[in-house]
């Protein structure tokens, strides 16, 4: 892409009603814009990023056995009556009366709805396991939304069920979620930590959180280092006092410390909590009619993104992994005044196109050091910064954004150079 | 995918509620299944096909140079004040009360939102043309929701908005997606023509509709067959009175005839009707500020899948084109319980899938005649049969989902004679 072409409004300022460095981070690097409070939109570079991130899920999805489906928003409220659940969500849960009278809501997790779903299409031990997955917006009237898109009322979620005939069964396809979900979040470049969780309003047994340790997340954790465990507080107070660092493990004695966190996913074993009530039977072996076992798995997609640049930034912007950046590398003539300059450059662009380098040129008519900042702000992994000097040695320079580290590669080693720093090619 | 663990729920009979062959098909193939009024849940199969439709589109769309966006659902309604389209939309449009007491509404469509959103980023006529689009759910309060996903209260729409400085340069880029459009409905395997349109709640000036002709279809088209004069009824009604078969032409004189079809696009020449009332302006060379100039193009994405098959299918189900089915190739283990053949099949299987092929193993133990009523009812486009009698002249058979036409084909020739067949390789 052009930048001359592309929609890329940049902002020198901190917006006002930004709390949280990803939220400044998102809005000045123009990958999103506030439409009303706990609404946003995705600019170009903003949805490129959640793209990559939805594929990434995507992929390790159907690696897992997952099938993707595709639920509505509008979902009749008497489902949620079935469960009760409309009550425990209240206020959260957004109802409308349609022109017929009808009370509708828009789904604000949907359970309800791929249970009433398979409980018409399942009715035999041997048509599970079945994993199901979407990825699709939830709506919730939050009491307060804020921080961007970390804690907005319509965002995207990757929504997983599974369905199976036993317990046994429910924990393998509980762990084939759980392992792909280390892989997602690692491709992603999230550092992480699993904790057992308290399911909340989603009901069932055990559930695990994870969550991207950072100082403005709003979770807390308990870890202990001497043995490993990791709780919510919400567990932790559930079994103790309200904690605080310094008290004992309940697990080993030793000291635990507490740990802020802005939750990625988080997964459930459920139960026959939905399919009890929404009659979702099989047919088992011995021809007894018994409730489905149930898991669900959530992502939040959106939160994704803002974890990671809540944890991966510095004074000057972000700093993206090449895996989700918006582009994988930001090509920089620093005179568009000198012919030779942008040729260079024209033609490296195009090479690294060809190899499917997903790159972008700043061919504005600007100031070298409004390019450098802007690629600094936006974040992309790698920049490649063609001078007049170095074009006299036949050179150009390749930028980690991280380390802010050149090396200098000759112009006609480019494309291999950055497929090599880029994929280890 | 293996049959077995695929969730494929096909149905033996047609659905009561189902008045049209899409919605019939797509119920009985198990793409689809209705939540409630006017909203549909996508099985895995329907899911897939809907999938690489929005691939096709966003592949057309970024080469004829627009950026991908994704805009909020939920909206305020101050917006839809400034242009007074409010109360044009009426009831279709579904609106809430917050529980702060803010009336919202869920977009029925994008204007409103994007044009403010780029009044605030566009100040120059540098930093135009651009064309945002996005691949969104839209939700419309129908009075009368109907016809499968055809009409429905959720869908999702691919819409683009174009920025321009001038009216020239806004009818290169409508020429732009109109070429794209054709492109998009050709590589869908749609046979669809293009009529002069009515812009109604849309406003603005010249509009074009992407119609597919199908004798179900509730929109009527006029035709010219002597000089290719073609325009949708509403434009012929403002010019004439009531049309009907052997009216004359208004351009040749010669008969004209009326022809059903669905709508499945519609590029729309906005002018400055939102750009007007929502204060997007832009600096024009000469320093002077003016109104910017807008287009607009919607394609609705689960209409071309229903379109499709509204157009493609045969008494035993549907016909998909390779580019959009849920799988490209079915293969028909005859036999489970004869081991070569499972052992020959399961192998063309590992290869095709090596290859890049989608494709699907019908390995349930069931008929033969149960596994081919299964493949014609989906509509795969291509089977390849592996009996126990082909297998003894080590030979598979090809066949052809839309002529039903098989051809011999030598086992270890069976990925090259398929990659033929799909790509023309």
Chains 1, 2 share one sequence.
Not at 65 to 77: D, I, K, N, R
Not at 241 to 255: A, S, T, V
Not at 258 to 277: A, D, M, V
Request: glycine residues 6%.
């Amino acid at each position: 892409m052009k930048w001359t072409t592309a929609f890329i409004p940049t902002l020198r300022e901190d917006p006002q009603d930004a709390e949280v460095i990803s939220h400044k981070l998102m809005m000045r690097a123009a990958l999103i814009r506030k439409l009303t409070a706990g609404a946003y939109s995705y600019l170009p570079l903003g949805f490129k990023a959640l793209y990559k991130v939805q594929n990434i899920i995507r992929e390790e999805m159907v690696k897992a056995g997952a099938q993707e489906v595709l639920l509505p928003a509008l979902q009749p409220l008497e489902l949620w009556k079935k469960t009760s659940r409309d009550k425990d969500l209240g206020e959260v849960m957004i109802k409308f009366r349609d022109r017929h009278g009808k009370i509708t809501c828009l789904g604000p997790t949907h359970e309800e709805v791929i249970t009433d779903l398979v409980s018409r299409e399942i009715s035999s031990y041997r048509d599970m396991p079945k994993t199901l997955f979407q990825i699709q917006t939830k709506f919730r009237d939050e009491l307060r939304p804020r921080f961007g898109v970390l804690r907005s009322c319509e965002f995207i979620m990757k929504d997983a069920y599974s369905f199976d005939a036993n317990e046994k069964d429910m924990e393998l396809s509980y762990k084939k979620m759980y392992d792909a979900y280390e892989r997602i979040f690692s491709r992603c470049g999230l550092k992480y930590i699993i904790v057992e969780a308290d399911p909340g309003v989603m009901g069932g047994g055990l559930s695990h959180e994870f969550m991207v340790p950072a100082p403005s997340g709003e979770d807390i954790v308990v870890v202990c280092d001497s043995c490993g465990y990791k709780a919510s507080k919400d567990v932790f107070v559930s079994k103790a006092k309200e904690p605080k660092d310094g008290d004992p493990c309940p697990k080993c004695g030793k000291k635990i410390k507490l740990q802020n966190t802005i939750e990625i996913g988080h997964t459930f074993k459920l139960g026959t909590k939905y399919s009890k009530p929404l009659g979702a039977k099989f047919s088992d072996r011995d021809g007894a009619l018994r409730d489905i076992i149930m898991g669900c798995y959530g992502i939040g997609v959106n939160r994704i993104i803002a974890s990671l640049i809540e944890i991966s930034n510095d004074k000057d912007g972000i700093i993206w992994p090449a895996a989700i950046a918006p582009f994988e590398i930001d090509i920089l003539p620093l005179n568009m005044k000198n012919d030779k300059i942008v040729k260079i450059s024209d033609k490296i662009y195009h090479d690294l196109i060809d190899k499917h380098i997903d790159a972008i040129i700043d061919d504005r008519d600007v100031s070298a050091g409004i390019k450098f900042k802007d690629a600094d702000l936006i974040g992309f992994p790698y920049q490649l910064i063609v001078s007049e000097k170095n074009i006299k040695n036949n050179i150009v320079e390749l930028k980690d954004r991280k380390t802010q580290k050149a090396e200098e590669i000759k112009i006609d080693e480019v494309t291999k150079r950055v497929k090599g720093v880029l994929y280890g090619d």
